[in-house]
T-cell receptor, first 109, second 114 residues
Framework: KNEVEQSPQNLTAQEGEFITINCSYS?????LHWLQQHPGGGIVSLFM???GKKKHGRLIATINIQEKHSSLHITASHPRDSAVYIC???????????FGQGTTLQVKP | DTGVSQDPRHKITKRGQNVTFRCDPI?????LYWYRQTLGQGPEFLTY????????KSRLLSDRFSAERPKGSFSTLEIQRTEQGDSAMYLC????????????FGSGTRLTVV
């Protein structure tokens, strides 16, 4: 079993829909990152969370430390949100990241 | 500061050749990480440096791989005698210790071994 599990692996939505991507992890962490990767592109950090909830524009990220679970929500989705979204947990000792396998999101107009 | 820079962006090499990639981190960051990402998968940890010291190496890093960060600034990752299985995106990231700081990724070097 992977230390970081994301669901779903693939997601297709219509423009305007509310989207949720889930992440569960099984190791101790100092922080959890949500990352975005476009095809052929580099990785962009969306959020870094150690507790609670963060919001940036149409994106919301939450984390429940006790349940070792995080969610990324996209409100009023748009085709430009189409990308791979990756959850990664950060080791408290080394700072290295352990990545989930990613969720491929396609938003259709 | 322009963020984390990686060079080259793309590299095509013949099997058996040696390749070297470079990463320039954000100047204030003392930690530098190398990750590898194969198609359709999430990145996997390879190694990391704190200043010039290489503190951890993954089992993924075979004897053909070597990484250096001689002055605690830029880092190089060398792959000797490349194999087709080495084809991947090699990502560099940097961060700062002491506080929970952000992570900054480079754009990656895409290696294709033919």
């Amino acid at each position: 079993k992977n230390e970081v599990e994301q669901s779903p692996q693939n997601l297709t939505a219509q423009e305007g829909e509310f989207i949720t991507i889930n992440c569960s992890y099984s190791v101790g962490i100092s922080a959890l990152h949500w990352l975005q990767q476009h095809p052929g592109g580099g990785i962009v950090s969306l959020f870094m969370l150690s507790s609670g909830k963060k919001k940036h524009g149409r994106l919301i990220a939450t984390i429940n430390i006790q349940e070792k679970h995080s969610s990324l929500h996209i409100t009023a989705s748009h085709p430009r949100d189409s990308a791979v979204y990756i959850c990664a947990v950060r080791s408290s000792n080394t700072g290295k990241l352990i990545f989930g396998q990613g969720t491929t999101l396609q938003v259709k107009p | 500061d322009t963020g984390v820079s990686q060079d080259p962006r793309h590299k095509i090499t013949k099997r058996g050749q040696n390749v070297t990639f470079r990463c320039d981190p954000i100047s204030e960051h003392n930690r530098l990480y190398w990750y590898r990402q194969t198609l359709g998968q999430g990145p996997e940890f390879l190694t990391y440096f704190q200043n010039e010291a290489q503190l951890e190496k993954s089992r993924l890093l075979s004897d053909r791989f070597s990484a250096e960060r001689p002055k605690g600034s830029f880092s190089t990752l060398e792959i000797q005698r490349t194999e087709q299985g080495d084809s991947a995106m090699y990502l560099c990231a940097s961060s700062f210790t002491g506080v929970i700081s952000g992570y900054t990724f480079g754009s990656g070097t895409r290696l294709t071994v033919v």
